[in-house]
């Protein structure tokens, strides 16, 4: 006797009218950019000869983008933000200009954004570009019409710099460390059903960009990358301070206020932070566990004034922006240092080696945290060495630097960018301004 399958199809389940709606837009999207494609290509040939110095940093809407820009207007580099939206955690003054701003208030309509916002945000860049800060989710177009935007840059002498943010590179079956994709997979399971795209995106512009900058990503399947910094992000440390204070506090005399900010708990190691302030609790020391999430920035600054530990994050190897904020503040941070796969590189030829983040598992977490907690001159020490190290390696003229240094690239001098900070000291440069040349020539000859 057969085994009889009875298929069931639930058709009060289908909203024929949303799937009608999602293939028109599609449809419309499709067929527009189809004919804005030439007109575009048009312009970069007719803007090409344009005398342009702006620098533009978009259009993903990370922090990073606003202080590499102002770190660059403080040398009298002609940049700005130019943004799709904006974070929550942040605020809309963040940033220079919004898609958006191209449009008149009466068109303003998410529906008309997505089909307009292609052609009048590259109108925009061709008229005024000449180098163009981006991540691998590339400026404006979606869809297959992404691939374009590397040869409007092209065509219209503009060099293209990618830095990638995270999820706009992650490919997630190339990662090396199996507990950071376990942990990538928890938090953001959306990306490894693109990983596809994403790879063809890393590659495609990978291939054609002018400078790529991947900091330890590096480390997970990128084909390239041109100077080896361990971690490109920087911070305002003007609004950034240390500490003015430091607790005498050990845990049997008085509270340690042990801060963690993570934006996904899975990717952060939140769980295994929970359980250790628990047990540690059981043992007798006092501790307050400040747990922030989804709080605007300038909430995490005052609580840093306030706090004695940051533990920042114990599943990915490295550090972000939070443990830079932690050590701007003079705070010892706590973060993931351990595996070699991804130190060794910007231990030998970076600038890692100075890093005076005590590396943290949560194997090792438990001892860690009673270090710091029994010792407030450890804590003190490490915080203060924490600031030294963001002054030199995340400030405002480090970036001057690179990015000077990745112009005279541009330019046409010969500047090897890959070790480029294996002998770096802001001591020694002369801080030499250079200038963004009309004369970028898009000619093979000067890629690496």
């Known amino acids: 006797m057969g085994l009889q399958i009875t298929y069931m199809f639930d058709t009060t389940k289908i909203d024929l009218m949303k799937i009608g709606k999602a293939v028109f837009k599609n449809f419309l ?3 527009f950019n189809s004919l804005i494609c030439p007109v575009l290509i048009i312009l970069s040939i007719i803007f090409r000869s344009r005398k342009k110095k702006k620098v533009i940093f978009g259009t993903t809407p990370i922090i ?33 200009l919004y898609f958006e701003d191209f449009f008149p208030e009466i068109l303003k309509k998410r529906e008309l954004l997505y089909l307009f916002a292609p052609l009048l945000v590259w109108i925009y860049i061709l008229k005024n570009a000449k180098i163009i800060v981006t991540t691998f989710e590339g400026i404006a177009f979606k869809k297959f019409f992404w691939r374009l935007e590397p040869i409007l840059a092209r065509v219209a002498n503009i060099k293209m710099i990618v830095i990638p943010y995270g999820a706009d590179g992650y490919m997630y079956s ?18 490894a059903r693109k990983e596809r795209d994403i790879t063809n995106k890393v590659f495609y512009l990978s291939k054609y960009a002018d400078v790529v900058i991947t900091g330890m990503m590096s480390c997970d399947g990128f084909p390239r990358w041109d100077t080896c910094v361990c971690q490109p992000i920087i911070i305002d440390t003007k609004k950034w301070q240390p500490k003015k204070e ?9 509270p340690v206020r042990i801060l963690h900010a993570p934006n996904h708990r899975a990717f952060k190691g939140t769980e295994f932070i929970l359980k250790v302030a628990k047990e540690l609790k059981q043992e007798g020391y006092d501790i307050d566990l400040v747990l922030l999430e989804n709080v605007p920035n300038e909430k995490i600054r005052e609580t840093m004034q306030e706090v004695d530990i940051l533990v920042e994050q114990l599943i990915a190897t490295g550090y972000a922006m939070n443990g830079i904020e932690g050590m701007a503040c003079g705070l010892p941070v706590l973060s993931n240092l351990e595996n070699s796969l991804y130190t060794t590189i910007f231990k030998r030829y970076s600038y890692l080696q100075e890093c005076p983040i005590l590396s943290t598992t949560p ?3 438990k001892d860690n945290l009673k270090l710091l907690i029994e010792n407030p001159d450890k804590r003190r020490s490490l915080g203060e060495k924490g600031r030294i190290y963001v002054e030199k390696y995340h400030s405002y003229s480090t970036f001057q630097y690179l990015f000077e240094t990745i112009i005279r690239r541009l330019n046409g001098e010969s500047v090897d960018l890959m ?9 020694q440069e002369a801080g030499e301004k250079v200038q963004i040349s009309d004369n970028l020539s898009t000619s093979d000859k000067q890629k690496r």
């Open 174 to 191: 190339r990662i090396k460390d199996s507990s950071l994709q376990q942990v990538l997979l928890a938090s953001y399971p959306e990306f």
């Open 29 to 31: 999207y499709i067929s």
């Open 363 to 365: 194997e090792s977490l």
């Open 246 to 254: 430091y607790s005498a506090c050990n845990g049997k005399n008085g």
């Open 419 to 427: 070790f480029l900070f294996s002998t770096y000291d802001l001591r």
């Open 64 to 96: 990073n983008n606003k202080y590499w820009c102002q770190s660059l207007k403080e040398i009298g580099i002609e940049a700005e933000t130019l943004m799709s939206g904006y974070y929550k955690i942040n605020q809309k003054e963040d940033f220079d």
